[in-house]
C-alpha cells in the first residue's frame, strides 16, 4: 500500500527525474486516477442521496460540476424514477414548444445531463425535489495529499504510475537511440497505456468472479474499504 508521496516517486523514476515531471506531477497523477474512476466503480466516490430542488417553469436544475456519472434520477414529489432522455440531448430537441423552446408542462420523466446542468421532459409547474445517485470524480491530486493513501485500493497503485507515465510521455515522448541517433520514443505512451489496462482488466476479471461467490450470503467488492476517509 503506497502513498501518494511513493507513486510520485516511481513516476518520477520512470520519467528518469524529468524536470517538466517534477513541475507537473500533480496534473498526470490526477488525470491516472480520474480515468481509472472511469472504468472501476470506486464506493467511496458514490453519493446516493444528493437532491437538488426544482424551480418552477424551469426545464433544468444546476449540476455540481465535480460529478462524474449521473445513476439514477428520482422525483421525490411523485415518487417516480425519471428516465434518461432515449436521444440524447439533440434527440430531446422534438419535444420543445416553439414558442417557449422547452417541453410541455408535465411531470419531468426524462433528464439528460448537458455540462453544468441537468435538462428535464416536462417542465414542472412548481417546485419539485430531485434525488441523485451519482459519482463525483476524484479529487485533485495536491502536495497536501502526499502523505495519504489513494482511495483505490492497493493493487491498483501500479496502474495509477502506469497511467501517469502514459499521459507523460503522450506530451513529452523520451528519447531513443537508433543507428548512432537519438529520436522521440513516440511509441513509450501506449505501451504505458497497454500495460495499465491489461492489469486492470485482469483485476476487473478476479473481482467479478470473487463477487458472484458471495452472494448468496453478502455481496462486496474485493479490495475496497467502504471508509469515506481513504482504506
Known amino acids: 500500500m503506497m502513498t501518494w508521496d511513493q507513486i510520485r516517486e516511481r513516476?518520477?523514476?520512470?520519467?528518469?527525474n524529468n524536470t517538466e515531471a517534477s513541475r507537473s506531477w500533480s496534473i498526470y497523477l490526477t488525470s491516472a486516477i480520474r480515468e481509472i474512476a472511469t472504468i472501476?466503480?470506486?464506493?467511496?466516490?458514490f453519493q446516493p442521496f444528493a437532491t437538488t430542488p426544482?424551480?418552477?417553469?424551469?426545464?433544468?436544475?444546476?449540476?455540481?460540476p465535480?460529478?462524474?456519472?449521473?445513476?439514477?434520477?428520482?422525483?421525490l414529489s411523485t415518487g417516480r424514477k425519471l428516465d434518461q432522455e432515449p436521444d440524447g440531448y439533440r434527440g430531446r430537441s422534438q419535444y420543445l414548444d416553439i414558442t417557449t423552446g422547452?417541453?410541455?408542462v408535465s411531470d419531468p420523466a426524462y433528464w439528460v445531463r448537458r455540462g453544468n446542468r441537468i435538462y428535464l421532459r416536462g417542465t414542472p409547474s412548481d417546485v419539485r425535489s430531485l434525488r441523485f445517485s451519482w459519482y463525483l470524480q476524484p479529487p485533485e491530486v495536491t502536495a497536501a495529499m502526499l502523505s495519504n493513501h489513494p482511495i483505490t485500493p492497493a493493487q491498483y497503485d501500479d496502474v495509477l504510475v502506469l497511467l501517469a507515465l502514459s499521459g507523460f510521455t503522450l506530451e513529452h515522448p523520451p528519447d531513443l537511440e537508433r543507428n548512432g541517433e537519438r529520436i522521440p520514443d513516440t511509441g513509450a505512451s501506449q505501451r504505458f497505456r497497454g500495460r495499465a489496462?491489461?492489469?486492470?482488466?485482469s483485476m476487473m476479471k478476479v473481482s467479478t468472479a470473487k463477487e458472484a461467490l458471495d452472494k448468496n450470503r453478502v455481496a462486496y467488492q474485493p479490495g475496497y474499504s467502504f471508509n469515506v476517509t481513504g482504506r
Open 11 to 16: 513516476f518520477l523514476l520512470g520519467t528518469r
Open 40 to 45: 472501476v466503480d470506486i464506493p467511496e466516490l
Open 54 to 64: 426544482t424551480v418552477a417553469n424551469q426545464d433544468w436544475v444546476a449540476c455540481d
Open 66 to 75: 465535480d460529478v462524474l456519472a449521473i445513476e439514477t434520477v428520482v422525483d
Open 102 to 104: 422547452k417541453p410541455s
Open 197 to 201: 489496462l491489461e492489469r486492470l482488466q
